[in-house]
């Protein structure tokens, strides 16, 4: 499957964005499909994950209660809504998509671009 990641931007804390990541290529909604972040000099992390059917979600701690991961399997499209944005939410962000894992596996098939949000204080 190929994921291609938009909706990044530049934002004021509190602020809002709405990130989408279309796939091709394959039946979209087999997928496990989560997003991931990597700020400049740290690793990759885990941001949220949703299970095929769109009914279950995770979340990393530090977005709990501020972003909401959902899906359209009709659109082929996974979105990633982020509000009040904080200064350390400044990240390259990744989607990605997994045939068969649960939804605490950092271990995705595939991934796509990312794209950028940038947040000032």
């Known amino acids: 499957v190929q994921l291609q990641a938009s909706g990044g931007g530049s934002v004021q804390a509190g602020g809002s964005l709405r990130l989408s990541c279309a796939a091709s290529g394959r039946t979209f909604s087999g997928y496990l499909m989560g997003w991931f972040r990597q700020a400049p000099g740290k690793e990759r992390e885990f941001v949220a994950a949703?299970?095929?059917?769109?009914?279950?979600?995770y979340y990393a701690d530090s977005v709990k209660g501020r972003f909401a991961i959902s899906r359209d399997n009709v659109k082929n499209t996974l979105y990633l809504q982020m509000n009040s944005l904080k200064p350390e939410d400044t990240a390259v962000y990744y989607c990605?998509?997994?045939?068969?894992?649960?939804?605490?596996?950092?271990?995705?098939?595939?991934w796509g671009q990312g794209t950028q949000v940038t947040v000032s204080r």
């Open positions: 949703i299970d095929w059917s769109g009914g279950y979600t």
């Open positions: 990605a998509a997994d045939r068969s894992g649960s939804l605490t596996t950092n271990e995705y098939d595939y």
